[in-house]
């Protein structure tokens, strides 16, 4: 941190879902968030900023030029926590990899996998050796765990951006950075759909603790909400 008493957040994908839920968490725990949309920021971010000090902010993770402007624009901030969640579900639950459109497949690597991993690249410097850089995984990215098969692309890429961030702190084994990959479950939101067992509400609030337990611990660690360790 710079400043002695002022705890900041950089939230990229924050539109809506998981993303907007931990803008609210972070804001109401008395951290400065600045939060990242894609297009233009829905209603209830919009609201969060006339409730919290939320600042906003645009980037489209599939633009590499896009995250080095913001990169650029956000130069002279330091950050406490960077935390990539932005991603997408493009596949229905049970249709093959084979099935997909070459479109659709491109899509969901470059935004799950690629665009998360150039964030975190581009971004990290404006965390502190003492910060944390998470990234928002999935219990689906577990290749170990995958006994039931369905969601196979969804699945490909959160397993792809796990290889990527193992690679990415071998890179960095040296530096006493904290690194994150995070497994919320199954929630309910517009990509988890109205099936999924968990209400953002139920959550968030522990996710965001287990983020803040292990501020101070080096290396990665691919957990879910609760802390505990995902086989990978």
Known sequence: MTEAHTRRALIVGASRGL??????????????????????????????????????????????????????????????????????????VDEPASDIADDAFTRTMLTNALGAMRVVERLAALVPQTGTVAVMSSGQGSVANNTSGGFEVYRASKAALNQLMRSYAARHAAEPKTLLLLAPGWIRT???????????????????????????TPGLHYLDRHGATVPW
């Open 19 to 92: 993303g907007l839920a931990l803008v609210e968490e972070y804001a109401r725990r008395g951290v400065e968030v600045v939060a990242t949309v894609r297009d233009a920021e829905s209603e209830a971010l919009r609201a969060l900023t006339e409730r919290f000090p939320v600042a906003v902010e645009h980037v489209d993770v599939t633009d590499a030029l896009q995250i080095s402007a913001l990169a650029h624009r956000l130069a002279r901030y330091q950050f406490d926590l960077l935390f990539v969640v932005a991603g997408i579900s493009l596949a229905p």
């Open 190 to 216: 517009d990509m988890g759909g109205e099936g999924a067992g968990l209400d953002i509400a139920e959550a968030i609030p522990p996710l965001v603790d287990t983020i803040e337990a292990q501020h101070g």
